[in-house]
């Protein structure tokens, strides 16, 4: 089946804790992009990848890393998490950059950061 | 960037009734998608529509470029309708994409 699949689903850290929200598509899509969903403010783009070794900043990328070293895996990083981190997150990817079309979405990872 | 609002930002309906979601953008675009997310926070691809005039069952959607809007028609509405709508764009210089802030529905029995 062809899917976005993030992991975890949940999690709950402390600040400062660094953690990884792993983010993998089986459809050999080039794009892959990172978002953060708030109330009230919908989804904002935090980093996106064009392809292997090439990503860019969305529209808040304060406070996340990213790599994209393989075409199926784009891994959010947060070196130390803040409270205002806290928010749903979900990872996307599509078959050609620029280009929504077929654009899928993974099951979304709720962070908490206390 | 690209400015996309929706409206109504709310909107409460009863069984079967139909409904008109709205989506303007500030820019020359050549993608544009409506998506559903659904009460338990899943995000589904309704239309890709650029341009033109779509249907899909109870759904369709038509996208007016050179006014810069594009609607989202629900008719016979159910309660599996429920959720957030939302429009995305990419404009055409860049690889963005921007989101609006959504129209939350509630279909009600």
């Known amino acids: 089946e062809a899917q976005v699949t993030q992991n975890p689903r949940y999690l709950i850290t402390v600040t400062g804790k660094k953690l990884t929200v792993t983010c993998s598509q089986n459809?050999?899509?080039?794009?892959m992009s990172w978002y953060r969903q708030d109330p009230g403010l919908g989804l904002r783009q935090i980093y996106y990848?064009?392809?292997?070794?090439?990503?860019d900043k969305g529209d808040v990328p304060e406070g996340y890393k990213v790599s994209r070293k393989e075409k199926r895996n784009f891994p959010l990083i947060l070196e130390s998490p803040s409270p205002n981190q806290t928010s749903l997150y979900f990872c996307?990817?599509?078959?050609?950059?620029?280009?929504?079309?077929?654009?899928?979405f993974g099951s979304g990872t709720r962070l908490t950061v206390v | 960037g690209i400015q996309v609002e929706q409206s109504p930002p709310d909107l409460i309906l009863q069984e079967g009734a139909n409904s008109t979601l709205r989506c303007n953008f500030s820019?020359?675009?050549?993608?544009l998608q409506w998506f559903h997310q659904n009460p338990w926070g899943q995000l589904i691809n309704l239309f890709y529509?650029?341009?033109g005039t779509k249907q899909n069952g109870r759904l369709s959607a038509t996208t007016v470029a050179t006014e810069r809007y594009s609607l989202l028609y629900i008719s016979s509405s159910q309660t599996t309708d429920s959720g957030v709508y939302f429009c995305?764009?990419?404009?055409?210089?860049?690889?963005?994409?921007?989101f609006g802030t959504g129209t939350s529905l509630t279909v009600i029995p």
């Open positions: 995305a764009v990419v404009g055409n210089t860049g690889n963005q994409f921007y």
């Open positions: 459809m050999n899509h080039e794009y």
């Open positions: 996307a990817s599509s078959f050609l950059w620029g280009h929504l079309y077929g654009y899928t």
């Open positions: 529509i650029p341009s």
């Open positions: 820019d020359s675009v050549n993608n």
């Open positions: 990848s064009m392809n292997v070794e090439v990503t």
